[in-house]
């Protein structure tokens, strides 16, 4: 099961207490307190396994450790060790404490969530010539503490988009290694899954349905993945006796999730067409052309058609993006 909205809650560690303490050497006097070691911070590494969050289903509280407080004889106390957060990339960190959020685009990119606390002076940082044994200290100061909610969205090339049982997560087997699950009965792809064709991220979004942005199937949950995407695949059965109202509702339900989703490029293709009849073939093409000319049908029983495909797919891949 792919986890991809998750709440957390994070604690950086506290600065370590500042000592008050004075030389025991005979004729050696003075302060000599050291000062506390500061918190340790939390990070987020980004990372390429899109199974990171999984570590946050159970665990709900991460803290980094407290600086250590000082000593006598000058010594400092050590820092708090940082805590470091795997988290793929995708993620968006909404801060939901101070309202700030961070996105992880990059592999191995580091970035801070939480600041440990800075460490308190110890005595031997107050003396001065007008007071040669001063017997004040500073506590540390704690470290910055938050609830985050991180939210994995999919950075694809490219996102399949239908209703279930149209041939996506087919298609994504034929082009790619994936092994997303195949069956005869809607609902079969319970998750997103990825593939990649060459260096181009492909990503099979489970089957939408008609009030999907409202909360029906499970649309709602996996609309954001298709965010991210730089282009749509649309597909659509050649089953349907109305393919062109299909296509219709799949793109009320994109733009009432996100209107900036119905400005992505687009392809759309008309998919098991060894089903249908040439006449019901022709008939429901030349419908679709009145949406997008370039309307392509395709099976999986035809290497041809599915040629079709890689061509489109080569000549986005030559493309800068």
Known sequence: MLIDDVKIKISAGHGGKGAVAFNKNLKSLGPTGGSGGKGGSIYGLGVSDLGALWQFRFKKEFFAEDGRDGRGQFLDGRDGRDLILKLPIGTVAHNLTNGAEINF????ELVLLAKGGIGGKGNFQFRSSRNTTPKQAQPGLPGDNFALRLELKFIADIGFVGFPNVGKSSLLNKLTSARSKVANYPFTTLEPHLGAYYELILADIPGLIEGSSSGKGLGIKFLRHIERTHLLFHFISSESPTPSKDYQTIRQELGAWNSALLKKPERLF????????????N???????????????????????????????????????
């Open 105 to 108: 685009e990059k592999i191995d």
């Open 283 to 321: 008939q429901k093409l030349s419908a679709l052309k009145k949406i997008d000319p370039h309307v392509i049908a395709i099976s999986m029983n035809d290497p041809e058609s599915i040629k079709n495909v890689e061509k489109i797919l080569n000549h986005i891949k030559a493309k800068p993006h």
């Open 270 to 281: 008309l998919t098991k067409s060894d089903l249908a009849t040439p006449k019901e073939l």
